[in-house]
T-cell receptor, first 110, second 113 residues
């Protein structure tokens, strides 16, 4: 069964303090690993899709990387506006469902 | 439309009443998903549509829940005889073309009192 585990559950950073969020997964035939950002009271906002081990994608202060067992979302010099819950999901072959982790709640302090 | 549109944004209903939640996917997107997110919980899959068909409805929690999609576009999630445990955010997402990414709406916040 496909599974996604995110860590840590919550993370507090000072502005400018870089860190990484982890997404460990097991999946049968990866069709994609996805990162979303979710602000309170809002729907998940798409960030990145990764398809194969070794792939990396960047957007502003965020960089997502992928191995065969986990993905990292690196946040470089974060700002308070990066505070949100970050969700990881996988889609495996042989299923229609996207499986989501429970997210990492990030708080960046000014 | 430019994005996935959901209505109502917020709904407060009395226990035992029926509710309908609507989703208008991104124009041209053939795949449509409903997920549920309870307070502090992860996203729970409810149902998947490809066109007007639902190949996977395995996540619907009980027979009080049903969904349909018409014209390959708008979808309606109906909850009959609502219970307090149905209180959650109901999220709709769509996917189109050859891409594998699903895009979400802002959700419908349901409170059953």
């Amino acid at each position: 069964e496909d599974q996604v585990t995110q860590s840590p559950e919550a993370l507090r950073l000072q502005e400018g303090e870089s860190s990484s969020l982890n997404c460990s997964y097991t999946v049968s035939g990866l069709r994609g690993l996805f990162w979303y950002r979710q602000d309170p009271g809002k729907g998940p906002e798409f960030l990145f899709t990764l398809y194969s081990a070794g792939e990396e994608k960047e957007k502003e202060r965020l960089k997502a990387t992928l191995t065969k067992k986990e993905s990292f979302l690196h946040i470089t010099a974060p700002k308070p506006e990066d505070s949100a819950t970050y969700l990881c999901a996988v889609w495996g072959s042989g299923t229609y469902k996207y499986i989501f982790g429970t997210g990492t709640r990030l708080k960046v302090l000014a | 439309g430019a994005g996935v549109s959901q209505s109502p944004s917020n709904k407060v209903t009395e226990k035992g009443k029926d509710v309908e939640l609507r989703c208008d996917p991104i124009s041209g997107h053939t795949a449509l998903y409903w997920y549920r997110q309870s307070l502090g919980q992860g996203l729970e899959f409810l149902i998947y549509f490809q066109g007007n068909s639902a190949p996977d409805k395995s996540g619907l929690p009980s027979d009080r829940f049903s969904a349909e999609r018409t014209g390959g576009s708008v979808s309606t999630l109906t909850i009959q005889r609502t219970q307090q445990e149905d209180s959650a955010v109901y999220l709709c997402a769509s996917r189109g073309g050859t891409g594998n990414t699903i895009y979400f709406g802002e959700g419908s916040w349901l409170t059953v009192v």
